[in-house]
């Protein structure tokens, strides 16, 4: 039975990796009609169910009830998920203002279902961020009548729902011209209840899991093996940027004048900021740097506006495709803006147009030409007089006070993720050759020496949780709200949230240190290499949801724990010696990993049924967290899997393991895309 157990829930997990690339090949609606609302993929969870209850019998679960618990909740999902499959019932209702309904359209068989109601839409509209064009959320007034006799209000809107017997309503579109709203409806009274009653057992059970005294968490945190320490990995090189010499004297604003600018406020990104910090996304943009020649962004921005015919010739629209740096016969990295034009002819669009213009999938060279006319657009807009827009002056929009200005401006001038990144990165490869050194030693350091030398790492990487906190704070206080809602943000929590855990265990287990270092600098080096998007907007509608904070928080919690033990079985690779004490402690940390993954991934679900009208659509995202959570529970299985008692095993297992952690948070944003993609 173990086996038969064990080669299903494999086939699972790989059936649905292909699953999402076939998705990204055919299309969402035919990974659905082939794979996920088949009657043979309910069947091979049905199967998966019914070997599990076998292997309770068989183990007698009940004398464990922690894991009966949770092994019970899985199924308790499980089961929810089958009544919503088989009876619920999910489609959309269009409604244009003054006009009322009593059907809706399944999505499944497009046929009308009667409603036990009539529905009526009175009105709908956007409410947008004060001031801004940034819609802060969407809302259909309707009205519901039973036989004209029973009569009731309400406002759908986003995240927030409207339930009227056992239907459920959600804002999902509307029409171009603001008289009609599209509203997606579920109707699942047991299903959801069920599966919700499931993710409540999941959280009961991991808990009690935890804190169990004669469960194996609480052993292995007195194991006596574990109270001696250990060691650590990896490492990086850290390249300089080229800076630009003063080639040719440019016409420009002076410093006093330029920084008298810096703290006008103006409307940016759809909110108040000073122009600072539009003038520093306005060289970033074009030149993939915060200054230029030495200026200030507000000098360059000046120029611009007043010598437009001098700096149409300067050198400074990063081009980083060589093939179109060819086209347009340039040489080095940047392009001058007259280069762009023949004349009145702009030489972009003839491009484009030469390559059959707007497709859904686009080579590299067509997405350089559309990140190239973004730049000019920029530059365009600036003439123009529409990037910078004053505050209205009939007191609309309310001014930031000038606390909030210094702190943005601080938070622009000092470039926290490049001077943390390459603070971290130097910190921990010396930590870590320190600990080699002073581990792998016949004779020892003297004990005065290593306590001096371990009390400055510990000093180091205090400062650098401190400084993470400053740089996080202000974005927070800058911002109005927590920075989890894009990649650049996530990345920032998770450098923070890998020095607060580097902090906490390091003298327990000293080689934390290093860990703490290494991960933080990497997680800071990406969002710096720009492959997230450091701006500060305003949330999307479906992203102002008090759920979005705790679900992202505890994913990348996680995944900081993932990274900790797969460098840890980094090292223990190479030090053979250690392979013991350290497949312990990843076993340890397996707990609150995969635990918080778990409820990550349970109140997403209940993110998703709020804002979307469905806890589970089998998106990429989805898929990938739940192959994540899968591969990850597999090592828990020590007893009745032997190979993971062998420290090599499950070493080489939680490094392999960490590329799922990698392709559900990269790879989907980046490869396959989904809803759920914005997050990078």
């Known amino acids: 039975m173990k ?26 609606d035919f990974v659905a009609r082939h794979v996920y ?35 019970g909740s899985f199924l308790v ?40 109601f009539t529905l009526h839409l009175d009105s709908f509209r956007i409410a947008y961020y004060p001031g801004t064009e940034a819609p802060a959320d969407y809302i259909s007034y309707v009205r519901v009548s039973d036989g004209g006799i029973a009569e009731k209000s309400a ?48 959280g009961l059970s991991m808990v009690w899991m935890l804190l169990a005294r004669s469960g194996e968490f609480r052993r292995l945190l007195k194991h006596p093996i574990l109270r001696k320490g250990g060691l650590l990995m990896l490492f990086l090189w850290v390249a300089g940027m080229p800076v630009h010499g003063l080639e040719r004297r440019l016409p420009v604003l002076t410093l006093r004048q330029a920084d008298s600018l810096a703290s006008v406020q103006v409307l940016y990104h759809d909110r108040v900021t000073p122009l600072n910090t539009l003038a520093r996304d306005f060289v970033l943009k074009l030149t993939g740097k915060p200054t230029y020649k030495g200026l200030t962004p507000e ?53 484009w147009d030469a390559l059959g213009g707007a497709k859904e999938k686009m080579s590299s060279l067509e997405k350089a ?39 943005e401006l601080l938070y622009n001038r000092i470039p926290f993720s490049q001077l943390l990144f390459m603070f971290n990165l130097t910190l921990g490869v010396l930590a870590f050759a320190w600990l080699l050194y002073n581990g792998l030693r016949a004779v020892s350091v003297s004990r005065r020496g290593c306590r001096l030398v371990e009390r400055c790492f510990a000093y180091a990487l205090w400062a650098a949780l401190l400084f993470q906190s400053l740089g996080y704070g202000l974005r927070w206080y800058i911002g109005g709200r927590i920075p989890l809602s894009n990649g650049y943000e996530t990345m920032q929590f998770l450098a923070l949230s890998t020095l607060l855990l580097a902090c906490i265990f390091r003298r327990r287990f000293p080689f934390t ?12 080096l990406v969002s710096y290499l720009g492959q997230m998007n450091p701006q500060i907007t305003p949330l999307m509608p479906v992203l102002v949801s008090p759920w979005l904070s705790s679900h992202v928080s505890l994913i990348m919690m996680s995944y900081a724990l993932f990274a900790f033990m797969m460098l840890n079985g980094v090292l223990a690779l190479c030090v053979r010696r250690e392979s013991r004490r350290l497949m312990l402690l990843s076993r340890l940390l397996l707990y609150p990993a995969t635990f918080f993954l778990g409820a990550g991934i349970f109140l997403g679900a209940i993110w998703a049924n709020v804002s979307w009208g469905h806890y589970w659509s089998w998106d990429p995202k989805e898929v990938w967290a739940l192959i994540t959570f899968m591969v990850y529970a597999v090592a828990f299985h020590a007893r009745s899997l032997p190979w993971f008692r062998s420290p090599v095993f499950f070493h080489v297992y939680m490094i392999l393991s960490f590329l799922s952690v990698l392709m559900t948070y990269f790879g989907v944003n980046f490869v396959l895309g989904g809803m759920h993609s914005y997050a990078g």
């Open 3 to 28: 086996r038969s157990i064990l080669f299903l829930y494999v086939a699972l997990v790989g059936l649905l990796a292909v699953a999402t690339f076939v998705e990204r090949a055919q299309g969402t």
């Open 37 to 71: 609302h088949t009657g043979w993929f309910c069947c091979l969870w049905g199967l998966l169910a019914v070997l599990t209850i076998g292997i309770f019998a068989w183990a007698r679960l009940w004398r464990r009830m922690p894991l009966l618990l949770l092994h």
């Open 77 to 116: 999902i499980l089961i929810g998920a089958l009544i919503t499959f088989v009876w619920g019932r999910q489609g959309y209702v269009h409604l244009s203002e003054g006009q009322e309904t009593s059907h809706f359209v399944e999505h499944d068989s497009r046929r009308m279902v009667p409603l036990p």
């Open 155 to 202: 406002a759908v809107s986003m995240n927030r729902i409207f339930v009227c017997d056992g239907y459920r309503f959600y804002q999902s579109s509307y029409d171009s011209d603001k008289k009609g709203s599209w509203l997606s409806v579920n109707h699942d009274p047991w299903g959801i209840g069920v599966t919700y009653a499931g993710y409540a057992l999941l």
């Open 299 to 351: 000098q360059v921005i000046g120029g611009w506006l007043l010598h437009p015919e001098v700096w149409k010739d300067e050198p400074m629209i990063r081009v980083k495709h060589a093939g179109l740096r060819s086209r347009l016969g340039i040489e080095g990295d940047y392009a001058r803006l007259s280069d762009l034009f023949d004349g009145s002819e702009y030489r972009l669009q003839k491009f």
């Open 369 to 407: 030409i559309v990140e190239t006319d973004e730049k000019v657009g920029l530059i365009l807009m600036l003439q123009q007089g529409t990037l910078v827009k004053a505050l209205p002056e009939d007191g609309s929009v309310a001014p930031l006070s000038e606390t909030a200005v210094r702190a």
């Open 513 to 524: 240190l290093p860990f703490g270092f290494l991960l933080s600098g990497f997680a800071l």
